[in-house]
């Protein structure tokens, strides 16, 4: 599967903005999905992640409450939509994909994903 996100952009603090990531092929709905960021100088860490029915979800303590991950199968596409954003999450994000069971702690884990897309900045002013 190939994965394509957009969306990124300049916002203010507090402001919202809604990424989505655009999966080719027709096997999308066998797959777990994944954003991830990774801020200048820092690693890429785990945002969120939702399953393939879209029953479960997962967020990172840091954007818990604030940002919700959900998926359209008939549309492959899986969005993030980020409200009252903050400066610290200035990053590049990251959609992700797997074929791999949903393991809470495990679904965190980069290598937990088999593909990845290209990314998509994400620049919050203060």
């Known amino acids: 599967v190939q994965l394509q996100a957009s969306g990124g952009g300049l916002v203010q603090a507090g402001g919202p903005l809604r990424l989505s990531c655009a999966a080719s092929g027709r096997t999308f709905s066998y797959h777990i999905m994944g954003w991830f960021r990774e801020a200048p100088g820092k690693g890429r860490e785990s945002v969120a992640a939702?399953?393939?029915?879209?029953?479960?979800?997962y967020y990172s303590d840091s954007v818990k409450d604030r940002f919700t991950i959900s998926r359209d199968n008939t549309k492959n596409t899986v969005f993030l939509q980020m409200n009252s954003l903050k400066p610290e999450d200035t990053a590049i994000y990251y959609c992700a994909a797997d074929t791999g069971p949903w393991i809470p702690g495990d679904i965190a884990t980069e290598s937990h994903y088999e593909y990845w897309g290209q990314g998509t900045q994400v620049t919050v002013s203060a």
């Open positions: 939702v399953s393939r029915t879209g029953r479960n979800t």
